[in-house]
T-cell receptor
Framework: DQQVKQNSPSLSVQEGRISILNCDYT??????FLWYKKYPAEGPTFLISISSIKDKNEDGRFTVFLNKSAKHLSLHIVPSQPGDSAVYFCAANAGGTSYGKLTFGQGTILTVHP | KAGVTQTPRYLIKTRGQQVTLSCSPISGHRSVSWYQQTPGQGLQFLFE???????NKGNFPGRFSGRQFSNSRSEMNVSTLELGDSALYLC??????????????FGQGTRLTVV
């Protein structure tokens, strides 16, 4: 049972344009969501997070949107840069007794073309 | 501030052997979580330690175990290795347990190959 899904395995975007990465979840107990960027053979790098009490959080070029009723979140990168090319994972935490357990999606490979 | 340090970076073991992986969290962080990343299963949670106590465990067999020391450093052990244990093992640290909604910062991982 995959509780966090990233349905697009890959996304290709032109430099300077917007990249939109999507994530859906099924567990209504999830109350904290994170996005990570990962290069091959490296650990994930934290990008941005959002609590379920918010519907938007911005940090520089990165904005995360949360739609709780649709159980959907998205990461917007504007403008996209070639250095953004990596695998992007969304992750969710249910808090409470879930403690340190993050549930990850399968990842989306973002390629930004110069 | 130094990041999360995992040692060794690469490891090759034979089926049936055991292996111990080490993780030093960011200074001041008391929560350490372990994850396994494989091409087929993605990133899967193994367990989390906070103040030397295991607080949560994922769906892995008992061959996977861990511990945390008083200085917050953590080790993960896998006994009786199987070919399917070949993976990238990632350690993450956070200042508070994840249930207080803090970010987890990952190390570079240990690439384990079982032959």
């Amino acid at each position: 049972d995959q509780q966090v899904k990233q349905n697009s395995p890959s996304l290709s975007v032109q430099e300077g344009r917007i990249s939109i990465l999507n994530c859906d979840y099924t567990n209504s107990m999830f109350d904290y969501f994170l996005w990570y960027k990962k290069y091959p053979a490296e650990g994930p790098t934290f990008l941005i997070s959002i609590s379920s009490i918010k519907d938007k959080n911005e940090d520089g070029r990165f904005t995360v949107f949360l739609n709780k009723s649709a159980k959907h979140l998205s990461l917007h990168i504007v403008p996209s840069q070639p250095g953004d090319s990596a695998v992007y994972f969304c992750a969710a935490n249910a808090g409470g007794t879930s403690y340190g357990k993050l549930t990850f999606g399968q990842g989306t490979i973002l390629t930004v073309h110069p | 501030k130094a990041g999360v340090t995992q040692t060794p970076r690469y490891l090759i073991k034979t089926r049936g052997q055991q292996v111990t992986l080490s993780c030093s969290p960011i200074s001041g962080h008391r929560s350490v979580s372990w994850y396994q990343q494989t091409p087929g299963q993605g990133l899967q949670f193994l367990f989390e330690y906070f103040s030397e106590t295991q607080r949560n465990k994922g769906n892995f067999p008992g061959r996977f175990s861990g511990r945390q020391f008083s200085n917050s450093r953590s080790e993960m052990n896998v006994s009786t290795l199987e070919l399917g244990d070949s993976a990238l093992y990632l350690c993450a640290s956070s200042a508070q347990p994840q249930d207080t909604n803090t970010e987890a910062f990952f190390g570079q991982g240990t690439r384990l190959t079982v032959v």
